[in-house]
Nanobody
Framework: QVQLVESGGGLVQAGGSLRLSCAAS????????MGWFRQAPGKERTHVAT????????NYADSVKGRFTISRDNAKNTVYLQMNSLKPEDTAVYYC???????????????????WGQGTQVTVSS
């Protein structure tokens, strides 16, 4: 089993940066793909970035390519999302998730993820 806790959200001006962290518990963390998804007010949750179990492969939504970077530190059971050049449209609750199967490549399909954190709010002002 995996438990996930996000942190690092907050209020930032457009063009600014934030780094989100997701702390995971469970000895099997290193064998699972991880991802970040977000949900804006009144909209459905969408894929932001995912990373394979090994960290060797990543997948980004087109809207965040070149601005966001996902990474993981298996020794610390933590996955990160570095967000640069933030835009107002990035405003959302950001959720960390763990794949339901081991050795995942980092699918952008949120249906593949079983464990979810409670989310952290990111607000980007104009």
């Amino acid at each position: 089993q995996v438990q996930l806790v996000e942190s690092g959200g907050g209020l930032v001006q457009a063009g600014g940066s934030l780094r989100l962290s997701c702390a995971a518990s469970g000895r099997t963390f290193r064998w699972y793909a991880m991802g970040w998804f977000r949900q804006a007010p009144g909209k459905e949750r969408t894929h932001v970035a995912t990373i394979s179990w090994s960290g060797g492969s990543t997948n980004y939504a087109d809207s965040v390519k070149g601005r966001f970077t996902i990474s993981r530190d298996n020794a610390k059971n933590t996955v990160y999302l570095q967000m640069n050049s933030l835009k107002p449209e990035d405003t959302a609750v950001y959720y960390c998730a763990a794949d339901r199967q081991a050795y995942g490549w980092g699918s952008p399909d949120q249906r593949e993820y079983e464990y979810w954190g409670q989310g952290t709010q990111v607000t980007v002002s104009s």
